[in-house]
């Protein structure tokens, strides 16, 4: 058995793409390798800034031997149609096998292929790799034809064995493969060769590179959190910034300094922001103080000097960074500071030319519809209408701030900093800070009255509107992050529990869109239960991960104006955990029966039993038992919905469970006298629509 | 001059800036135009660039409405481009040993001049310093060779290298002369003038009848029906693609203007980028039919 390496050495290789990269080029040779007959045990990808790594274990120094056999037209086939075999075969004629068949005698060819040397296989899984390779963008370089996701340089590719070392014989637009590679670009210049994987490895490692970006990443996060530590903070974590770390060096080197004391008293999130984005720094927390108070950088390389000059460098960038966010902190600030809604409202002006939607008009104008809803709401989530009014008016102000133009993903958490500084009630600063909440799926969702009010209807316009305009999610495009906002009302209003109505809160909406007209148009009916459908979708997605079924979702949300998502899924959950009982299991069954039979007859008559069912026309106790349950049971059913009692409703329903076996037991419904069969018949219609004050049975999966 | 020296040293012809406005040395025909055909080409030079919306009024400490780009063109782009890069930071004093030399994905992209290519940005310290790129495309036209271009933004490496933070006080000629000049003494005044100039008083119709101008002019040099322009000794037809060219750098600079004057929407931005784009396009397609350009008129 034989292990192979394969590196592709390049210029530096976007961060954001490397980890993608190193899974494609496992799965581009060993698909290909596989495809041909050389298998593997294990393999592992690798990448760094300047290279992406392959290693596979366990490869046969041969592919085995195959036989193919292919069935060819009638031996007394036209003489083209043979010809045409033969080609496509590649045999001659007298190599062709007769051999009879139920038509006759057939012509059959028998291809034996000897199995091929591994490195020959790899060699072409290798140039179809890099000729193939799915770089999100590619380029040429110099003259050459070649493309790649920066110029590459070297190819090695070996395969190694208890005998020793062999290359693959890989020529590539004029790079040939060899046994050698570069360590660190400027801690350790020159090439060097390398006999297998571990040695490879560990002659990275002392040419100053790790291969692996996890290790890289562990090593950074480590260094960083005991350098951290050993001053008494602890650094923000940021999954996503380490990983982009880790793929900008090969060597890190972690490095942390102080910001300067003139920009601690910026808003902690526009430190971390502006250190993330411009400098790819960690930001770095006092306990104490709840300030960022100093950051953390990732050097390649390790100075003799410890790092003074670097770090003194990435001070000045930083302070001349912070020095225009302070600048636009400051300015933003002197608009707004201490006068109150007119000084939002001031910086809030441009919104008015600032079009939101080529079809929806203008942020104001959405401001406005936002506003009018916040307030329809928030009777709804306990919020002072008045104050949910406000705080929509207030919440999208930033979007005309400097600091939310140089830095748009602080929207939100600008406007809450700005309503404070004009000095409005606390509700409606942190209204405007949460208001775009929850922003993914792991994201808390508001949990102030007026936040909530404010957050329900910026996203019910934005849905309102798309769907007015036909600009729905379709497959993986949603370019306006429409499923995010259903979700949020969603989340919003589960993890609070306000009763909402949906439809109207949609219909509120659709005539703030129309210029306060009440459209009753037809389109608009269509449109707003479409809208509902959609969310009865999100909300299945939602409550997938608790184990909530969607066709129970789907049997709840079909009996029609189930626009109330609290009390919608205490209906689901209630229905959901009655069908794992016995009763409910048997009754599902039941009802679908029923629901069959009736079905059946009503077609074979061309009439509908829907006529209420005759109790003067039971026979024997079986039936008559069932007419009294029912008696019994839909009062105390509707009563319990009334309540909205749904485990009280389910218990009522359980009742029918015995009585109803019975009479399927017992009672012959297509009872041969027409008067009986008709009652039945209406009695089974009872049965249904009993259960139908419930769900949509019909819906549930068996 | 040290970079001119070194550049010098690798090869390239040392050119002199473009006696036009323009945004950046990428607009220079020794760029925009030789980057395009199949002819070997390698010149560095400076090139004065003017951002009229970059304007600070002299108050900002690195932002500036008129600086200096270095900007070395190479095509086809050397194999060790990279190193020769490197090599140039040496040259100015900077130590790879004790400073920390990243190259940071940026793709460039010039809508005006129909061009993109692939890159980096050249982080020292964290600061940007340079931008590598291997052209793409130009003026609507595969890059064949592919050209390797590089831009120094001198003020910001002047600054590191001497180590300051504004860059009006940044000595111009040697702090110990008798007439002791910084970058302020030479800069300041005009920043001042051109800052308030293009953000509140160039003229806009005029800036507007200008671009049109421009425009036509372009076109009309481009036209081998309106302008024939035989060479009266040979009869052959010359192609004007750089007087065109003159004119498609005035549009863009007067686009620039006018941008800076706030008097364009966000929606007739676009249009305007794409007509100045067009322009470019037809000077792209002009050039390549030139000598240089290796096309027929060889």
């Avoid at chain 1, 790899?122 to 003259?143: D, Q």
């Avoid at chain 2, 050119?15 to 945004?23: A, C, F, H, K, S």
Wanted: with cysteine.
């Amino acid at each position: 058995m034989a292990d192979l390496l394969l590196e592709l050495f390049s210029e530096e290789i976007p961060a954001r793409m490397q980890a993608r990269a190193a899974e494609d080029l496992k799965k581009l040779v060993t698909d290909w390798m596989v495809e041909n007959g050389l298998t593997y045990e294990a393999a592992a990808g690798f990448a760094t800034p300047r290279r992406l790594t392959l290693s596979l274990t366990g490869l046969p120094e041969v592919t085995p031997d195959t036989v193919e056999e292919r069935k060819g037209p009638r031996t007394d086939a036209p003489e083209k149609a043979v010809e045409g075999f033969l080609r496509s075969t590649g045999l001659t004629l007298d190599q062709l096998e007769r051999r009879a068949d139920k038509k006759g005698e057939v012509f059959f060819a028998v291809i034996r292929r000897p199995g091929r040397p591994a490195a020959e296989v790899i060699a072409e899984a290798v140039e179809h790799a890099v000729r193939n390779f799915p770089w999100p963008k590619s380029m040429r370089w110099g003259a050459g034809a070649l493309r790649w996701v920066r110029p590459l340089h070297r190819i090695l590719c070996v395969v190694s064995d208890e005998g020793g070392t062999s290359l693959v014989p890989v020529e590539i637009d004029g790079i040939r493969a060899s046994d050698e590679t570069e360590g660190h670009r400027f801690m350790a210049r020159g090439p060097f060769r390398v006999a297998h994987f571990d040695d490879y490895v560990a002659k990275l490692s002392a040419h100053r590179v790790v291969l692996d970006p996890e290790e890289r990443a562990h090593r950074i996060w480590h260094d960083a959190t005991q350098m951290a530590f050993a001053v008494g903070m602890e650094v923000v974590e940021d999954k996503g910034l380490l990983a982009e770390v880790a793929g900008l060096v090969e060597w890190p080197v972690v490095l942390m300094g102080e910001i300067g004391a003139e920009f601690l008293d910026l808003p902690p999130e526009v430190l971390q922001t502006s250190m993330k984005e411009h400098q790819k720094f960690f930001s770095v927390r006092n306990p104490k103080t709840g300030r960022i108070e100093r950051f953390v950088t990732v050097a390649n390389i390790e100075a003799p000097d410890g790092g003074e000059a670097i770090l003194k460098g990435n001070r000045r960038v930083l302070a001349a960074r912070l020095s225009d966010a302070k600048f636009f902190w400051e300015n933003d600030l002197r608009r707004v500071k201490d006068k109150g809604i007119d000084g939002i409202a001031a910086m809030a002006g441009p919104l008015a030319s600032v079009v939101f939607h080529q079809k929806l008009g203008t942020q104001a104008e959405r401001v406005a519809r936002i506003a009018e809803l916040a307030r329809d709401i928030a009777p709804a989530v306990g919020a002072d209408p008045d104050l949910a009014e406000q705080a929509a008016r207030v919440a999208k102000a930033d979007l005309a701030s400097e600091m939310v133009y140089e830095f748009p993903e602080l929207q939100g958490v600008m406007g809450g900093y700005y309503a404070r500084a004009a000095g409005l009630p606390d509700a409606v600063a942190n209204a405007a800070a949460a208001h775009y909440r929850p922003l993914g799926p792991s994201d808390e969702v508001p949990s102030e009255p007026v936040s909530i009010a404010v957050a329900l209807a910026d996203k019910i316009d934005m849905l309102t509107g798309f769907w007015a305009i036909d600009e729905k999610p379709t497959g993986s495009k949603d370019p306006f992050a429409l499923r995010r906002a259903a979700l949020g009302v969603i989340r919003t209003i589960l993890e609070n529990g306000p009763r909402v109505h949906l439809s109207n809160a949609i219909a509120r909406a659709q005539w703030a869109l129309n210029g306060g007209d009440k459209p009753a148009h037809e389109r608009f009916d269509l449109q707003r239960a479409d809208l509902l459908a959609f969310l009865a979708d999100r909300l299945k997605v939602a409550l997938r991960d608790q184990g909530v079924r969607h066709d129970v979702i789907q049997a709840c949300f079909d009996l029609g104006g189930q626009d109330d998502l609290v009390l919608l899924v205490n209906r689901v959950r209630a229905l959901q955990d009655f069908l794992a009982t016995d009763d409910g299991a048997n009754l599902l069954t039941a009802c679908n029966r029923a629901s069959n039979i009736v079905r059946i007859e009503e077609e074979k008559d061309g009439v509908e039993y829907s006529m209420p069912p005759d109790p003067m026309f039971a026979e024997g106790a079986e039936e008559a038992a069932l007419f009294a349950a029912l008696d019994q049971a839909e009062p105390a059913i509707a009563e319990a919905l009334k309540a909205e009692d749904f485990t009280a409703a389910m218990a009522a329903m359980a009742g029918l469970r015995r009585p109803v076996d019975d009479f399927f037991d017992k009672v012959t419904v297509n009872a041969p006298n027409q008067i009986l069969r008709r009652n039945r018949l209406c009695l089974l219609n009872r049965i249904r629509h009993a259960m139908r004050q419930v769900a949509v049975w019909e819906a549930i999966e068996g | 001059m040290r970079l001119a020296a070194y550049w010098g040293r690798q090869g390239c012809a040392i050119l002199q800036p473009y006696d036009l406005e323009v945004g950046a040395g990428t607009f220079h025909p020794a760029t925009t135009l030789r980057a395009l055909g199949p002819r070997a080409w390698a010149a560095a030079y400076v090139q004065p660039s003017r951002r009229p919306t970059d304007g600070r009024y002299g108050e900002n400490p690195n932002r500036l409405q008129h600086y200096y780009q270095y900007q070395v063109l190479i095509k086809p782009s050397p194999p060790n481009l990279q190193d020769l890069y490197l090599g140039s930071l040496e040259a100015i004093g900077i130590d790879m040993g004790l400073h920390d030399i990243r190259f940071v994905e940026d793709d460039w992209e010039s809508p005006t001049l129909g061009a993109w290519g692939l890159g980096w940005e050249v982080w020292c310290d964290g600061m940007e310093v340079s931008q590598f790129t291997y052209f793409q495309q130009v003026g609507g036209h595969d890059c064949k060779p592919v050209s390797g271009e590089l831009t120094y933004g001198l003020e910001r490496l002047a600054m590191y290298v001497l180590g300051i933070d504004h860059v009006m006080d940044m000595p111009f000629n040697d702090p110990d002369a008798p007439i002791p000049l910084t970058y302020g003494d030479v800069f300041r005044q005009t920043e001042e003038e051109y800052s308030r100039h293009n953000f509140d008083a160039a003229e806009v119709a005029m800036l507007f009848r200008h671009f049109e101008d421009a425009e036509a002019e372009c076109a009309r040099l481009l036209d081998p029906e309106l302008n024939p322009a035989a060479d009266p000794k040979t009869g052959k037809r010359i192609v004007m693609a750089h007087p065109a060219y003159d004119q498609c750098i005035k549009a863009s600079h007067l686009f620039n203007l006018l941008d800076a004057r706030g008097v364009i929407s966000p929606t007739e931005r676009q249009a305007y980028i794409g007509r100045v784009r067009a322009l470019a396009k037809m000077c792209a397609d002009a050039f390549v039919q030139t000598e240089a350009g290796a096309g027929e008129a060889a």
